[in-house]
Nanobody, 128 residues
Framework: VQLQASGGGLVQAGRSLRLSCASSGLALSDYVIAWFRQAPGKEREGVSCIIRSDGTTSYADSVKGRFITSTDYAKNTVYLQMNSLKPEDAAVYYC??????????????????????WGQGTQVTVSS
């Protein structure tokens, strides 16, 4: 499984940005694709995740109502639509993949160790 994240950039607070995570090697497996972020001096934080087979999603409380994750099956791509961005959303964002093993999605957000496949990070900077 290979993942490639893209779409980061500099944006003003209150504006939107969409990240993409292109995947390969997942066609025959059911995977959870998650977005994590890490700001300087902070631990990696689970932001959102989605079950590819049925589109079930879960979000961290800090982004609930502002971020939306979705999947385009034809393009093997998972998106993270980030709306109403705040300066505290600034971080390097990573997408990660793990076989779906029927744990609660909240576990996937809390345990980055469940994920064996990681894309490179994409920087999101939010100016106030």
């Amino acid at each position: 499984v290979q993942l490639q994240a893209s779409g980061g950039g500099l944006v003003q607070a209150g504006r939107s940005l969409r990240l993409s995570c292109a995947s390969s090697g997942l066609a025959l497996s059911d995977y959870v694709i998650a977005w994590f972020r890490q700001a300087p001096g902070k631990e990696r934080e689970g932001v959102s995740c989605i079950i590819r087979s049925d589109g079930t999603t879960s979000y961290a409380d800090s982004v609930k109502g502002r971020f939306i994750t979705s999947t385009d099956y034809a393009k093997n791509t998972v998106y993270l639509q980030m709306n109403s961005l705040k300066p505290e959303d600034a971080a390097v964002y990573y997408c990660a993949g793990a076989p779906y093993q029927y744990y609660s999605l909240s576990y996937y957000l809390l345990l980055p160790s469940l994920f064996g496949s990681w894309g490179q990070g994409t920087q999101v900077t939010v100016s106030s």
